[in-house]
């Protein structure tokens, strides 16, 4: 498949991306991989595939919670579908995230996961920066690839940044309502009326870097809001030093408690 359709990004949006931490392009991949894909999405929901090992949750939801799913994700899904490691989508966001990020190509990795915003009642994705959530023991130079398999509007919840908020540190962060067992992260110091915001049509793509302050409203439409998101980079630098996030030890603490109480 990855062969099919070629494209590229230019040096003005190169420099784009390196000044304001995001990039929005209006195609990617093509309509029939978009279509295929969206079966594979669809089994791995209906499935909840993984649930058992983690790999689907509810990233808006406290955990274990009864009632429907308002935020659900999977995680490597490339794990139960490795096609999706052929695809024009993964092919060309590995070249296009080279380029952004300054690096070789051959040193980019990573792998994928996916968000559901179901019809009229998914939850908002609230402002974050995607290195709040990962190891602390790491410096990481990564970026997200977000291609919605469903139109991606401001009433459905599209992406909205914050330009050149990738160049401030990691802000401080809590769990979304205060509560350990929900697994989202919000920040506190933003402010939307900054905000950009970047809907795209289906075969588009945003691209933001690890630090940038991001966001997606709630979907507010009839049609469920379907998105597969790529995490690239080259591997993280080892820190003698690990970053201070407690909000990460809150969560394990909590997870901990939990399971041993069941």
Not at 11 to 23: C, D, M, S, T, V
Not at 120 to 135: I, L, S
Not at 197 to 203: E, K, S, T, V
Request: proline content about 8%; some cysteine.
């Amino acid at each position: 498949m990855k062969d099919q359709f070629e494209i590229d990004v230019t040096e003005e949006e190169i420099e784009f991306f390196q000044e304001n931490g995001f990039l929005s392009i209006n195609q990617i991949t093509t309509d029939e991989e978009i279509d295929w894909m969206k079966g594979l999405y669809d089994q791995l929901f209906n499935d909840r595939w993984g649930e058992n090992e983690g790999n689907y949750f509810d990233l808006g939801g406290r955990r274990s919670h009864q009632g429907p799913d308002v935020l659900p994700q999977v995680l490597g899904p490339e794990s139960r579908f490795p096609e999706l490691r052929e695809t024009i989508y993964f092919h060309n966001t590995v070249k296009i995230s080279a380029k952004l990020l300054g690096v070789e190509k051959e040193n980019i990795n990573g792998g994928g996961h996916m968000i559901l915003k179901p019809a009229q009642y998914g939850r908002e994705t609230p402002w974050h920066q995607d290195e709040a959530y990962w190891n602390p023991h790491e410096m990481a130079h990564r970026l997200s690839a977000w291609l919605p398999l469903d139109p991606a509007t401001l009433d459905s919840g599209c992406m909205q940044f914050i330009p050149r908020s990738h160049l401030q540190d990691v802000l401080p962060h809590r769990h979304v309502d205060d509560d350990p067992l929900v697994h989202a992260l919000v920040t506190d110091e933003v402010n939307p009326d900054q905000a950009v915001a970047c809907p795209i049509p289906l075969g588009g793509a945003t691209f933001h870097h690890c630090r940038t302050l991001h966001y997606s409203g709630p979907n507010l439409t009839d049609q469920q809001r379907r998105a597969y998101i790529l995490v690239v980079g080259p591997p993280g630098k080892k820190l003698d030093k690990p970053f201070k996030r407690p909000w990460i030890e809150e969560g394990q603490r909590a997870v901990a408690n939990l399971k041993s109480r069941s």
